[in-house]
């Protein structure tokens, strides 16, 4: 495993991490997720990723009781505030209130006296971003986490969060978290060279794009029993990536991939690696052979040649 520095901080990650959106504290039992996230250690995985907005609440406890037998100096582990964990008018968004209550029920369900990395979910319109920096820089002062990150924000919204914390002398924002991959890839125009110029890591999720990126789903061909694209109720994001355009696409890439001597996976995963900007891919695992197979990735670097022919499939 190679490891990388999260932006410009002193902080080492490794290039591929592990997340929990739609699998730990739901999909997936607690000793498979016990398993998987150690055979990932084992591997040399250092970065655990999960939000309390996960199975509300639910993925950060198992999560929490998978670690819990780990030297806590040995990973880095994440977790998120902004969307809703309850009913009231306060149980949301980015508020002075709800950012400093569910710091505190996330280190409480994580079992943890410190969280090194923390994100704002999304952008709150309806909350003071000096607000929000205020009391996130109150908590890395008071020891409770370490770092601050935000997840699709726009170029814009950093940039508005950059000059506040400038202006109020409050902790920066290190890491970004967006989606990447081959078949999105919106953050090359504005959000990598205004993060890469202000010392922000990217820590992007959904690398694979939602397992489309691996080659089990076919043009013409109906969705694997069992596996996302199957579900009757597909998200947005998952309609785009099954529209036939990519996954004929996709068949070009497993190509390209073969010839040089690579899995799809390990292409699509050193191909988001070969941006200096990225700090992580951050991976979900169902099962430890998954988590297996994604971290042979790391230190894999692409020719020119592979890239040019990458670059002339996707457009």
Same mark, same amino acid.
């Given at each position: 495993?190679?490891?990388?520095?999260?932006?410009?901080?002193? =902080?080492?990650?490794?290039?591929?991490?592990?997340?929990?959106? =739609?699998?730990? &504290?739901?999909?997936?039992?607690?000793?498979?997720?016990?398993?998987?996230?150690?055979?990932?250690?084992?591997?040399?995985?250092?970065?655990?990723?999960?939000?309390?907005?996960?199975?509300?609440?639910?993925?950060? *406890?198992?999560?929490?009781?998978?670690?819990?037998?780990?030297?806590?100096?040995?990973?880095?582990?994440?977790?998120?505030?902004?969307?809703?964990?309850?009913?009231?008018?306060?149980?949301?968004?980015?508020?002075?209130?709800?950012?400093?209550?569910?710091?505190?029920?996330?280190?409480?369900?994580?079992?943890?006296?410190?969280?090194? =990395?923390?994100?704002?979910?999304?952008?709150?319109?309806?909350?003071?971003?000096?607000?929000?920096?205020?009391?996130?820089?109150?908590?890395?002062?008071?020891?409770?986490?370490?770092?601050?990150?935000?997840?699709?924000?726009?170029?814009?919204?950093?940039?508005?969060?950059?000059?506040?914390?400038?202006? +109020?002398?409050?902790?920066? @924002?290190?890491?970004?978290?967006?989606?990447?991959?081959?078949?999105?890839? +919106?953050?090359?125009?504005?959000?990598?060279?205004?993060?890469?110029?202000?010392? @922000?890591?990217?820590?992007?999720?959904?690398?694979?794009?939602?397992?489309?990126?691996?080659?089990?789903?076919?043009?013409?061909?109906?969705?694997?029993?069992?596996?996302? &694209?199957?579900?009757?109720? =597909?998200?947005?994001?998952?309609?785009?990536?099954?529209?036939?355009?990519?996954?004929?696409?996709?068949?070009?890439?497993?190509?390209?991939?073969?010839?040089?001597?690579?899995?799809?996976?390990?292409?699509?995963?050193?191909?988001?690696?070969?941006?200096? &900007?990225?700090?992580?891919?951050?991976?979900?695992?169902?099962?430890?052979?998954?988590?297996?197979?994604?971290?042979?990735?790391?230190?894999?670097?692409?020719?020119?040649?592979?890239?040019?022919?990458?670059?002339? *499939?996707? &457009?």
């Amino acid at each position: 495993m190679e490891y990388r520095r999260l932006g410009k901080t002193g =902080l080492k990650v490794s290039e591929i991490s592990l997340g929990s959106w =739609l699998t730990f &504290g739901k999909s997936v039992d607690k000793e498979t997720t016990r398993q998987t996230i150690h055979r990932a250690y084992e591997l040399g995985v250092n970065f655990f990723d999960t939000a309390n907005v996960y199975a509300r609440g639910e993925a950060e *406890i198992v999560v929490g009781e998978a670690l819990a037998s780990l030297p806590r100096e040995s990973y880095v582990l994440a977790t998120k505030v902004f969307w809703p964990m309850g009913d009231g008018p306060n149980d949301r968004g980015l508020s002075r209130k709800h950012v400093f209550e569910q710091a505190h029920a996330s280190l409480k369900r994580l079992n943890v006296d410190y969280i090194d =990395l923390y994100y704002c979910h999304r952008f709150d319109p309806e909350t003071p971003v000096e607000e929000t920096l205020r009391t996130i820089d109150d908590l890395i002062r008071q020891g409770k986490i370490l770092y601050a990150g935000v997840s699709e924000w726009t170029a814009a919204q950093i940039q508005q969060a950059l000059g506040t914390a400038d202006k +109020y002398l409050l902790d920066r @924002i290190v890491v970004n978290q967006p989606v990447y991959n081959m078949l999105n890839r +919106y953050i090359e125009k504005e959000v990598l060279p205004l993060c890469e110029a202000n010392g @922000i890591g990217q820590v992007v999720f959904s690398p694979l794009a939602q397992g489309v990126l691996t080659g089990k789903y076919r043009p013409g061909q109906a969705a694997p029993a069992g596996s996302r &694209g199957d579900d009757s109720s =597909l998200s947005t994001s998952m309609k785009n990536y099954l529209s036939e355009e990519n996954l004929l696409k996709v068949e070009q890439l497993e190509k390209v991939a073969q010839e040089a001597g690579l899995t799809l996976v390990q292409l699509s995963l050193a191909w988001i690696l070969r941006q200096p &900007g990225v700090s992580s891919a951050l991976v979900g695992a169902t099962r430890p052979e998954q988590i297996e197979r994604n971290v042979t990735a790391s230190g894999i670097t692409l020719s020119a040649d592979v890239l040019a022919k990458i670059e002339q *499939i996707l &457009g």
